[in-house]
Nanobody, 116 residues
Framework: QVQLVESGGGLVQTGGSLRLSCTAS????????MGWFRQPPGKDREFVAA????????YYADSVKGRCTISRDIAKNTVYLQMNNLKLEDAAVYYC?????????WGQGTQVPVSS
């Protein structure tokens, strides 16, 4: 059974930093494209960042480019999202996802409130 478990969320002030973790079980992350999405209050889920396992390339939403970094620890089967210089508009539930040609899995999400 595949599970993606996010952690690391919590209240942060504007300008602060946070590192989210997503630990996978039931799959090996280096065989999947791993990504982060977020859902701000009252809004649709949106793309944040992705790591493409086939070539190691990374992609970021324009709104977080330069402030966020997605990385992996293969040994821990864990993906991270380092977020710096957080803004009020970064407040959301953050979700981890694992994508292959045939499957997509989601974690349960971790909440990141941002205060001024």
């Amino acid at each position: 059974q595949v599970q993606l478990v996010e952690s690391g969320g919590g209240l942060v002030q504007t300008g602060g930093s946070l590192r989210l973790s997503c630990t996978a079980s039931g799959l090996t992350i280096n065989q999947y494209t791993m990504g982060w999405f977020r859902q701000p209050p009252g809004k649709d889920r949106e793309f944040v960042a992705a790591h493409i396992h086939k070539d190691g390339s990374t992609y970021y939403a324009d709104s977080v480019k330069g402030r966020c970094t997605i990385s992996r620890d293969i040994a821990k089967n864990t993906v991270y999202l380092q977020m710096n210089n957080l803004k009020l508009e970064d407040a959301a539930v953050y979700y981890c996802t694992a994508i292959s040609t045939s499957d997509q899995y989601w974690g349960q999400g971790t909440q990141v409130p941002v205060s001024s």
